[in-house]
């Protein structure tokens, strides 16, 4: 995908990497309504707050850089959550491409996978009913499920597919030092049982290949953040346990490096400083860029009912910024996360009559009660509306007509 005509003359043009980066305090505090942002502006730690605004920059030798502004301290831990997906479906095209190049298979996006037991209680997993074709596990399939509607057992396959060692060293050889990532999502393991992968079999027609059981050798440390532990209380087995919880073990990525991962698949044509994927494949780029800007409801593979999956359920910054880019209009690319209090976005914003957009990284903490693990964490009553607004406000101030750019 590359940047259309018009989006290019529309770039800022400046001699230097970076423009003058925008104000973002003042941004929201000058807003319509800012009330909605002043309890986070006032206590940013509390509230974990980052955020970061990227938008394309035309330097003058013809390149392309970007223009950054900021909000929140960048060391301050966050808990990726379900954001970090992305970068386990890229680490996991990565690892059957390098399959592929060493054995001399052709094992893509058609690929059936088949997830074979090791720990008590596992079953087989070849088949997923949400599948129209046939029913069959496919990694098409799989990464799918893992951007429209963001599926834990999606990302936990790719987990099988890379191990642990393939999923960080895929992210640092590309530049993004900062990478973590620990463990599975929502299945419950220990430390050691997330060093060691289940057995993957690739089936393509008559070919099938055997991805073996495998250990870490890498060891995993979160000393780059501060404030790892968070809350002041959590539930364990029904029962309320008085004291912080730890995230040093827990996945982990600076928020810069989280939005240039989304830089590299959207716009590699966009100088981050770092080498991006080009281990991928042009067919398996453009169907991740196309998973992570389509709406479940535009899905034909799998399906999902419109009544039970909303258009911004996965699209945080979606309803604020429609008041600004009409429907009809606009595209969010995105990898959203949301778990113990934290609700992160990491989008590119597109209006698609022009290709101007922007990136946009954000993160929020909301747990008035302090509890980790009770389920009570004021997401619709504190996050969404802050996320609505801001994404109208970022929109207004760089997409609108007029705005000052």
Known sequence: MSIPLLALLLLPQSPSVEASPRDLTTLLREAAQPERFAPMLADARGYRLQILLAEPVLRADGTIGLRRSRLGDPLQYFYPASSIKLCGALAAL????????????????????????????????????????????TAAHVLKKLFLVSDNAAYNHCFEIAGPDGLNRAMWDAGFASVRLWHRLSEVRTLDENRVTRAVVLRDGSLETRLPARDASIDLQNDLWHDLDVGTARQSDGQRIDGPMSFSRKNAILLEDLQDVLVEVIRPEIDTGKRGFPGLTVEQRAFVVHSLGELPRESVNPKFDPGKVSDHGCKFVLRGIRKVVPAEHLRVYDKIGRAYGFSVENAWVEDRRTGAGFFLAIVLYTNPDGVLNDDVYAYEEIADPFLDGLGEVIARAVLAPGSAR
């Open 94 to 137: 990565l690892a059957l491409n390098a399959h592929n190049r060493a054995h001399g298979t052709a094992h893509g996006l058609a690929t059936q996978l088949a997830i074979e037991p090791r720990f008590p209680g596992d079953v087989r997993i070849d088949a997923d009913p949400s599948n129209v074709v046939g029913g069959t596990l």
